[in-house]
């Protein structure tokens, strides 16, 4: 997003003239300025630290000024953090101007409702049960502004549904949040209590340790993701033919997934499936990917052992779970007629349904050596036609009902601009050939 549109900009400009009426003061409502720069400050620091260490967000702080403090200087508490903060795109000073503004606005307005419920003589009293309810409504309210503030810029800046980004991203963010206004409420009581702000800070320990675990995780999944993406690499390498295609195979898997109910763990393992489905070619000899002409039947039965290749060069990954005996059974049919075991029906694993659903449904949308791009209408209408004997109908059900609602927006990060190597019109990725 280097070049913000338009629209994007007008969105900053619009925020950024708003902020500041967040921070006017009222005099009715005084204010401790002293805790003021001191949270700034604390939360400064904490959200460098958690965005370079953890490449995370650092939000008990402010919500602790959202209990602690009145709506205007509440506000004033993610100024210096977020308009000094490290950017690692340009332009560094829109992408600074605008988190500044969205933070403000969103912890104004928690701020409000937070005052609004009386509940800031409640932290100092430590009155439990009774502060958990304006403190949670306070969070809820925090969660709704800024996914729909960071929302909306996204929306606007990649052309996305801005329903669709804004309740994902209130969707993700609302259970870390809800621990981070945990902790600030913690905070709060603390800072009211006789033993002050230094008393406080401890509960950021608990804090940094839980980020240590998290950082953790996400450097297992880049692990996974840099695992995914060297083998697909040496897939396009190696035939050429088929760059882009298991990414968009593995984004019709989700889709599929997604709409047949399934939690996001299979659904990411789904994708997964999709993604790595051929990279048994890597066990197939070159000469044949690259064959110009038709392929004898021995040569055929060669290309064919793909699937189990596949297996055997990815047994030893252990978090792709299920993935593997999709890979292994994406070319079975429901009428046994695929290979390589001749499976049938629900015999067949449910993964492996999905992933040849996707599968041809790219092939048949994708220009290859032997044919044209079919339009995604015929190759649904293709899809149907085949389903009950080649493919699951409700796989291909599903992929017709969310394409029907969402449409078919593939994603590719393949260098698809690099020179295909030519190869042969292979008869065993044309749709509706026996395998």
């Known amino acids: 997003m280097e070049a913000v549109p338009a629209r994007a900009r007008a969105h900053v400009c619009c925020v950024a003239l708003g902020a500041p009426l967040c921070l006017v003061p009222l005099p009715s409502v005084p204010a401790s300025w002293w805790a003021v720069p001191l949270l700034a400050a604390l939360y400064a620091g904490g959200e460098r630290v958690a965005r370079r260490r953890f490449a995370g967000t650092f939000y ?40 500044a503004a969205h933070l403000v606005i969103a912890v104004w307005a928690a701020a409000r409702v937070h005052g609004a419920l009386d509940a800031r003589d409640a932290v100092g009293a430590s009155d439990f049960p009774y502060v958990l309810v304006p403190a949670g409504a306070a969070v809820l309210v925090f969660c709704l502004v800024l996914a729909a503030l960071d929302g909306a810029i996204l929306a606007l800046a990649e052309a996305l ?161 299920e993935a593997r005996s999709a890979i292994l059974h994406h070319h079975e049919r429901i009428d046994g007629s695929g290979y390589p075991y001749g499976l049938m029906g629900c015999q067949i694993p449910e993964c492996a349904r999905v992933v040849a659903v996707a599968d041809a449904f790219d092939a048949m949308t994708s220009t290859r050596s032997y044919s044209r791009a079919r339009p995604v209408r015929v190759a649904l209408e293709e899809l149907q036609r085949c389903a009950g004997t080649q493919f699951d109908p409700r796989m291909v059900t599903a992929l017709v009902r969310v394409i029907a609602r969402d449409g078919w927006h593939p994603v590719v990060t393949a260098d698809e601009t690099r020179p295909m190597l030519p190869s042969p019109a292979r008869a065993d990725d044309r749709p509706g050939a026996r395998r």
């Open 161 to 321: 549904p801005l329903r669709r980004v804004c309740h994902g991203l209130f969707l993700r963010s609302l259970a870390p949040v809800g621990v981070h206004g945990l902790a600030g409420l913690m905070m709060a009581v603390l800072w009211r209590s006789p033993y002050g702000p230094v008393a406080a800070l401890l509960v950021l320990f608990p804090m940094a340790v839980s980020w240590w675990v998290f950082a953790q995780y996400h450097r297992e999944r880049a692990a996974h993701q840099a695992t995914i993406r060297a083998l697909v690499q040496a897939v396009d390498i190696k035939d050429g033919y088929t760059r882009g295609h298991s990414e968009r195979v593995g984004q019709a898997s989700m889709m599929i997934a997604r709409e047949l109910g399934m939690d996001e763990g299979r659904v990411e393992v789904l994708r997964f499936a999709g993604i790595l489905h051929d990279v048994g070619k890597l066990g197939v000899p070159t000469r044949l990917l690259r064959k110009d002409g038709p392929l004898t039947p021995d040569e055929r039965r060669v290309i064919e052992l793909h699937p189990e290749y596949g297996h055997e060069i990815t047994r030893g990954i252990s978090f792709l779970g």
């Open 60 to 99: 008990p702080v402010l919500l602790a000024g959202v209990f602690l403090l009145p709506p205007y200087a509440a506000a004033l508490v993610p100024l210096p953090g977020a308009l000094f903060s490290a950017v690692e795109q340009r332009p560094f000073l829109l992408r600074r101007v605008c988190r």
